[in-house]
């Protein structure tokens, strides 16, 4: 064998040694990829939800903002803050849901008058441990 053979063979062993390297990281990365955005790897289990609730009317107010999960149907209440209207909340809910949402509002002249208001629909599913979501009813 001569010299010139053996420097090609091994030029030849570094690209192929080179090309399965590439190769193994972009297929790792491909997995990574598909772990933490499909599986969930790296999702919090929940996520603190805050922000606003209004509710429509000058002489109303919302006391309370209810989430209702769509797969169990557990419910999770958080009483509103501020006393005005919009008014704050904070809740803590499980991640990877989707819930129902209902605003409870009470009339501020006559408060023994109110009721309950379709806020919509959260669907939760984040890698983020905080969201800040705004809602009207």
Known sequence: MNEQTGEKRSSNRRIAIAVAVVFIVIILGAVVYYLYNTVGIGKPSQVTVSGTVTTVGDSTRPT????TSVTTEQTYIAATSGGGNPATYTIALPNGDTYTVTITWVNTILSIFGGDANGGTL??????????QNWAG
Do not use: P
Not at 64 to 67: C, E, P, R, S
Not at 123 to 132: K, V
């Open 64 to 67: 309370k903002i209810t989430f």
């Open 123 to 132: 669907n939760l599913d984040t890698h983020q441990s905080s969201i800040t």
